[in-house]
């Protein structure tokens, strides 16, 4: 029942968080002027026209209620001033540009995973010894190098001088082929760097901490040899904060993939994103930014409702 009422509070208050931001992001977008980016002539009192029609030179909260009105029918709005999109629906757009930005997270993540917990377990176990400190110095350096710059380095590394791998994602709708996966090598490493830092750094600290806990020093008096004790009991406990961190670091990921994307011609919603941005195309930068907005929201719940699964004894929303 405490759960229940848990999950039921926090969807009220993310349902009232989402609807805040949306409006603040419509009245701020349409506050600017709008510009449409074709040549004066016909064209341009052809889109003038369609705005019009679709009542975007109508007072803001009047826009806002027709907004509204038209998502509940199914109409996201159409792309005005992205070139290669003018006059198209913009869900259909999102939809088809949806695949790559998700698979090239989903990638990343499995290669940081892995890779970042055991870089973690390693420097717990090897604390204050010179592998610990090879690790902590470069999980520091990663973190706070841009991964625009790790981006050009790959690039400039392993696409251009060792020729392994194209610079940038190939075209085509193919998303499983390998020569589509080995174009999307680049961009999957470059987000990898972060996340392998932040689980390394993460899963360094909370070990160290069980690991000089009273109950593994009883654990060893009971019998139990150093890796038995680490296994048995250390690992279990150190994992209940660091598995519902691997939901955050993915959103943070998929959040930072925007330049990431650009870079790489990664054929994605982060591209479309700053096109949007860029051209101040209203219908494109509102889809989007409920996008991440939601997947941010989700993610706060899931990491927090995951507690409760991982760790049976905490209970959300209990007193």
Avoid at 201 to 221: D, G, H, K, N, P
Wanted: with cysteine; proline share 5%.
């Amino acid at each position: 029942m405490y759960m229940f009422k848990y999950i039921m509070k926090r969807l009220g208050l993310l349902v009232m968080t989402f609807v805040i931001i949306m409006v603040i992001c419509f009245v701020l977008i349409k506050l600017l002027p709008i510009v449409i980016d074709v040549q004066i002539g016909k064209d341009a009192d052809i889109v003038k026209a369609q705005l019009e029609a679709r009542g975007y030179y109508d007072p803001i909260p009047v826009q806002f209620i027709n907004y509204i009105k038209r998502i509940f029918h199914g109409d996201f709005g159409v792309s005005i001033n992205i070139p290669e999109y003018r006059n198209q629906p913009v869900w259909g757009i999102f939809v088809e540009h949806l695949p790559p930005t998700i698979l090239i997270n989903v990638y990343s993540s499995l290669i940081a995973v892995p890779i970042g917990i055991g870089l973690g377990i390693f420097a717990a176990l090897k604390k204050n010894k010179w592998q610990d400190h090879v690790v902590s110095t470069g999980v520091m350096i990663v973190i706070s190098v841009p991964s625009f710059v790790y981006a050009f380095l790959i690039q400039y590394a392993i696409c251009f001088k060792l020729d392994w791998f194209p610079l940038t994602m190939m075209s085509g709708y193919d998303y499983f082929s390998l020569d589509m996966f080995k174009s999307m090598v680049p961009a999957v490493i470059c987000l990898s760097f972060g996340s392998i830092a932040g689980y390394a750094r993460f899963t360094r600290a909370e070990l160290t901490e069980v690991l000089t806990s009273e109950y593994m020093l009883l654990a060893r008096t009971k019998g139990l040899t150093k890796g038995q004790a680490t296994r048995r009991h250390a690992l279990r406990n150190a994992m209940v904060p660091i598995f519902p961190s691997i939901v955050g670091e993915f959103v943070a990921v998929l959040s930072g993939s925007l330049i990431i994307e650009k870079i790489f011609s990664i054929p994605g919603v982060g591209g479309l994103y700053l096109s949007a941005i860029n051209m101040q195309d209203y219908d494109f930068f509102m889809l989007l930014s409920g996008f991440y907005v939601l997947i941010g929201l989700f993610a706060s719940i899931v990491i927090d409702l995951s507690y409760g699964v991982i760790d049976p004894r905490i209970r959300m929303g209990a007193k």
